[in-house]
């Protein structure tokens, strides 16, 4: 047993030395699951992150995923009346998980503020409005500063696809 285990250590200090364990998946990062406090949904939950799977898993789990996307998913939204929605349905999800008894991780989930929830998505659409307008005039006046042989030619590169 004595001289297995230093056959075993040899080549694994031989792999070293030529490199074999230099960049493998997660190098430097911490040991998932090591977080210090105890998740007995942890098997489950790193499912879902790997395969990243959605709508499955207990209510807990996938309303805690929405939450924590909850901004982006409303930015893809249209309309305040979209947005209202939207709260409205996830409330009522939060609510149900709320009143479930058939087991699985309690949900903390916490309910949305409809008026504050438009408000933020007003605020984020119109920061993207600006950003977008204050681009397009800066793309303006770079044209504006180019000579007219210089805006010919940059025309004919943008028609060729270059």
Known sequence: ???????????????????????????GKPLPGLTGTHDPDWWIRRKIEREQ??????????LRTEHAEFDATLDRLGSERAVRDHVA????????????????????????????????WTERRNARLRAAESARRAEAEALAALGRRERRRLRLRLRKGR
């Open 1 to 27: 047993m004595d001289q297995r285990a230093h056959v075993i250590e040899n080549a694994i200090q031989q792999a070293i030395r030529r490199g074999d364990f230099d960049d493998l998946p997660g190098a």
């Open 89 to 120: 349905e996830f409330n009522r999800r939060v609510v149900d998980a709320r009143r479930q008894l058939q087991g699985g991780p309690p949900v903390v989930t916490p309910t949305r503020d409809a008026d504050e929830e438009v408000a933020r």
């Open 53 to 62: 799977l959605t709508g499955l898993g207990p209510p807990a789990l996938t």
